[in-house]
């Protein structure tokens, strides 16, 4: 039985690095199995039609911005 994500046969990661970094994991249905990708080519993908409503930019720029953001507890749970 597999303990970590890397272990399980539907899965494609390289080496984890620094460079890996802001990057997020994804469905691959080409290749059948998880991988990791960059959140900067999903965005860049999602508005190469142009057509991004400005709403819900202004709306991702203000719940974005750190200044905004609160945790008053973080629960990693348990092992």
């Not at 890397?6 to 494609?12: L, Q």
């Not at 460079?19 to 508005?47: A, G, Q």
């Not at 974005?64 to 953001?69: A, K, R």
């Amino acid at each position: 039985m597999p303990t970590r994500l890397r272990d399980t046969s539907n899965t494609d990661f390289p080496s984890l690095k620094a460079t890996e970094n802001n990057h997020i994991m994804r469905y691959n249905s080409s290749i059948d199995s998880f991988d990791l990708v960059s959140i900067d080519s999903i965005t860049s993908i999602s508005s190469e039609d142009g057509n991004t409503p400005n709403d819900f930019t202004d709306t991702l720029e203000q719940e974005i911005d750190p200044n905004n953001m609160t945790f008053s507890s973080i629960d990693g749970g348990s092992f």
